[in-house]
């Protein structure tokens, strides 16, 4: 059992404070670039080009110049599609280790112990999926 086996609360409020602030990475899947270079109507390689970096072995959305997200404009322009680890947040690996994780998180996303209770069930599907701590 986890100390989440009640379930925790979460909907995005799509406030942008996990895309926003600094640069950082947004890990990619193959199926990802193919999703958002689809939902963009580009070609997979004019996608990789104008978006994507290769960071050793693995592939990342580029910064803004500002650091944002580059799909971040007053909210995500790709949110039906974003990558694995934008949609798991914030059922992290690092989040759910310990209750204190999950509330230092908190302060800093104003969705989180808010909305729709996920399951334990739902919340270790979503943790199998991240990302960006499984690479």
Known sequence: MSWYQDGLKFDCTKCGHCCTGGPGYVWLRIENMHQIAE?????????????VR?????????NAPNGDCIFYESGC????????????????????????????????????NQGKIYSEEEIDALLLEDWHSNS
């Open 54 to 62: 290769k960071i050793g072995e693995r592939w990342s959305l580029i």
């Open 39 to 51: 939902f963009l109507r580009l070609q997979l390689r004019d996608f990789t080009k104008k978006y």
């Open 77 to 112: 322009t790709i949110y039906q599609v974003r990558p694995t680890q934008c949609r798991t947040f914030p059922f992290w690996k690092e989040n759910l280790e310990k209750p204190g994780n999950w509330q230092k998180t908190a302060k800093d996303c104003e969705g989180m």
